[in-house]
């Protein structure tokens, strides 16, 4: 059952609870039986982080399988995931036992599922999404068909899709973000140091200007859920702060449409908010378009909706002349 692009994006958003099937889903499908009787299965370790980040910005994780599995129960111990279902009976009535516990609606819940078990719950909730790896029979009453398969990434290509449409999904992340910085700092001092100078010994001192440290040619680009461009923000070097925040030198953003450079920003300096997508600036600054200069003092950039503010002193310079904006532009 497969729905238009905006219709799926208004379920994403109405979900607070996403439950799944485990044989299939969480894993291949495959059980491995010892010959004393001891069974094991395998899971996706990107599957567990999803769960691990969904549950953290709010989102309710359950496990639903008509098969009794120690090893099963083992892992929604690791994960944090207290919904599990273990019993040989219609599903649907487990997705009816959730709804009753926690207040949930049809609306709010989704499933993934792969077998034709699943089906009575697929048609009741929400959002049902079957794995690629499913029957035919789950995927045809399906909102949406994973690209990847049960036990190999599909329970992560859900969860991300849920917080993207629900807004959570730079929430869910924001923590990585400073905690890659702050790694990259104590592993690879020498990425901070200025290129030209010799190579950094115990005991020496940061530069005068950092609280944490600093990158040479900074670099960060945003895409859209299609891998295309939707801007990239540069810079000659950028000083790592505590609170996490950066002061650029001579940035520069590019902002795309069709993966083609549209407008230019420029700046001697900005400060950037990488976790909230904003940058600002008291320096002078300088936005190009394919015919048209805007200069100024002093502007404010906001990466979520692509909008920029010049302060003051605006001087606008419209020509005919056509010009590439790969480079870097020429001044007027």
Known sequence: MKIAKGALNLRLRAVRCLLMDVDGVLTDGKLHIASDGTESKTFDVQDGHAIAMAQRVGLTIGFISGRPSKVTTQRAAELGVKLVFQKPINKMEMVETVKRRLGFTNEEIAFIGDELVDLPAMRRVGLAVAVSNAVDEAKAVAHYVTRRRGGDGAVREVIEMILKARGSWKKAIAKYLTVAVAALLVAAPRLFADSNAPPATEGAKKPADTGSGYIEKFEVP?????????????????VIRPDGLMDIQNARAEFYTSNKVDMVFTSPTCLLDRVNNHATTADHVRIDRENMVLTGIGGEWDGNTTSMVIRSNVCVVITNEQRNLGGQPKQP
């Open 222 to 238: 945003e895409r859209d859920d299609d891998g295309n461009l939707k801007w990239k923000l540069l810079g000659e070097r950028a």
